[in-house]
């Protein structure tokens, strides 16, 4: 199990953030503005992102599928319309929307005990999913 951390920590902490980092927009976009601009999502763009969403996937760590999200927008569409546009005015959204599972797929080739021949996918919560679409 070591060698799995020390193999995937390696691999996700070499550029990215660590632990508790954020991003300075300014450093790394020199036209960053802090004005905000409201553009709210319309319900016909959230439509067309969950008929992107393919069934009989596997869920992330809400265990929310993908059919079970479709359901919640056929009984709620306003709420989730809302709930997605202060999201994205806050530029914020859920702390648990930040949590992910990692699977690693064997790829086919090599040692089944050497790391190389597995790819990680990450599974995350399905509607962190539908606001990415």
């Given at each position: ?8 920590g390696g691999l996700?902490n ?8 954020s991003?300075?927009l300014r450093?790394?976009v ?7 601009v ?5 319900k016909?763009?959230i ?5 992107g ?6 869920p992330?760590?809400d265990?929310l599928q ?5 359901l919640?927008?056929a009984?709620?569409p306003?709420?989730?319309t809302a709930f ?5 005015e806050?530029?914020s959204?859920p702390?648990?929307w930040?949590?992910s599972?990692?699977k690693?797929?064997?790829k086919?080739k090599?040692?089944?005990s ?9 599974l995350?919560?399905s509607l962190?999913n539908?606001?990415?679409?």
């Open positions: 199990m070591d060698m799995w951390a020390r193999f995937l996700f070499s550029q990215g953030l660590r632990q508790g980092e991003l300075n450093s790394l020199p036209s960053y503005s802090d004005e905000v409201h553009f709210g999502f319309l016909t763009e439509e067309l992102a969950l008929g969403m393919k069934n009989k996937k596997a992330g760590p265990n993908n059919e079970v999200v479709k919640l927008w009984a709620v306003d709420e989730i997605l546009n202060v999201c994205l806050l530029g959204f702390h648990a930040k949590n599972n990692l690693l797929l064997y086919g090599g040692g089944v050497d790391v190389d021949s597995y790819r990680g996918i990450s995350c919560c962190y539908l606001l990415d679409r």
